[in-house]
């Protein structure tokens, strides 16, 4: 005959139970907002998001410690879309232009494709540690790049610190240029406005521009056609 369970182990059992509860109630809430900032734009209320899933606000603050506590769950899950679809840059392959061009054109069509998404993580910067946000993303990238171009550059003895600037640069370029096409509010900014692929295009050649001067200060003329070997530090 067994035994009946002690009371501390149902208590610990029903407690693992309401956190796995909790959590999957939060990745609820969290996808709707997602979903009704995608259609609505980054400035949607609680309440909003509260509706959309067909509870009270103060039933959705149970899930979450407070406003801020949502606003980082989200832009989590933002940064992690975008995180994901930069498979290029974690992962680089081919030749020069094809890396950069294929690294660049997943930003920017992820950004064409979620104008509301991107405007919100852009207004919920935080902190550059906190890899939930969009300063973290940003130095996450930075950082990436820093180690993708240092392997290269290593084995020409070019100054370390070159790698760090250009990873900067480049990421300062693509940022600044891809993002003036939406607005704060997620809509298509005023003004004249190329085409996806022509914007990746001049971002493609400026970039391949900042990589050629550093070589050929380093006497090296590369085809940026040629394939190239994997990254010899940093690619996943």
Known sequence: MSSAPEPGSRLTGQAARWAGQRER????????????????GPAVSVEDIAARVGVARTRLYRHFTDRADLERAIT?????????????????????????????????????????????LI????????PRSYSGVRRAVADHLTTVFGGYLDLLDVEPGVAVDLAHAVVGMVESVAGRRIGADGTRADGPSAEVAEVVARLTEWTWVLVDSILRS???NLDPDTPLPRPPVGSA
């Open 218 to 220: 380093a006497g090296l």
């Open 25 to 40: 109630r939060r990745a609820e809430f969290v996808s709707a907002a997602l979903r009704i900032i995608a259609e609505q």
């Open 123 to 130: 207004g919920h910067r935080g902190h550059p540690d906190d």
């Open 76 to 120: 989590g899950a933002v940064a992690q879309l975008v995180v994901n679809e930069l498979d290029a840059l974690w992962r680089p392959r081919g030749s020069a232009r094809q890396m950069i061009s294929s690294a660049i054109g997943a930003y920017v069509g992820w950004l064409e494709a979620n104008p509301n998404l991107h405007a919100y």
